[in-house]
C-alpha cells in the first residue's frame, strides 16, 4: 500500500502564487509516475501535470507556463509550484502516483485551493 498526503493548499487571490506538497510513503516501487490533478465543483477529475520518476513531466495545457511539477526522489515527495494564479484554478487538488508496471493507481485526500479574483 501507497500513502500520500498533500499540503499546501488556500486561499489565494488571483495572480499570486501557491505550492502544494505530496509526500508518499509505504510500498512505493519504481518506476512511477507522480502527478497532480484537480476538480472542481461540478466538473470531473481532470490532469494538471505528472512527473516520472526518471524526470519527464506532462502539463495540462491550461497550466502550461504557470504550474511547475518538480519531485524529490530521495523524500518521495512531488512538488507543485503555481503562479499566476487565475480564479479558474479553484478546485480540490489531489496527489496521485501510479506504478508504471503494474498501473496500480494511488490517491491522496486532496487539497483545496481557492483563487479569489
Known amino acids: 500500500q501507497v500513502q500520500l498526503v498533500e499540503s499546501g493548499g488556500g486561499l489565494v487571490q488571483a495572480g499570486g502564487s501557491l505550492r502544494l506538497s505530496c509526500e508518499a510513503s509505504?510500498?512505493?516501487?519504481?518506476?512511477?509516475?507522480m502527478g497532480w490533478y484537480r476538480q472542481a465543483q461540478g466538473k470531473q477529475r481532470e490532469l494538471v501535470a505528472t512527473?516520472?520518476?526518471?524526470?519527464?513531466?506532462n502539463y495540462a495545457d491550461s497550466v502550461k507556463g504557470r504550474f511547475t511539477i518538480s519531485r524529490d526522489n530521495a523524500k518521495n515527495t512531488v512538488y507543485l509550484q503555481m503562479n499566476s494564479l487565475k480564479p479558474e484554478d479553484t478546485a480540490v487538488y489531489y496527489c496521485?502516483?501510479?506504478?508504471?508496471?503494474?498501473?496500480?493507481?494511488?490517491w491522496g485526500k486532496g487539497t483545496l485551493v481557492t483563487v479569489s479574483s
Open positions: 496521485n502516483l501510479r506504478r508504471l508496471f503494474s498501473g496500480v493507481n494511488y
Open positions: 512527473i516520472v520518476s526518471g524526470g519527464g513531466t
Open positions: 509505504g510500498s512505493i516501487f519504481s518506476p512511477n509516475i
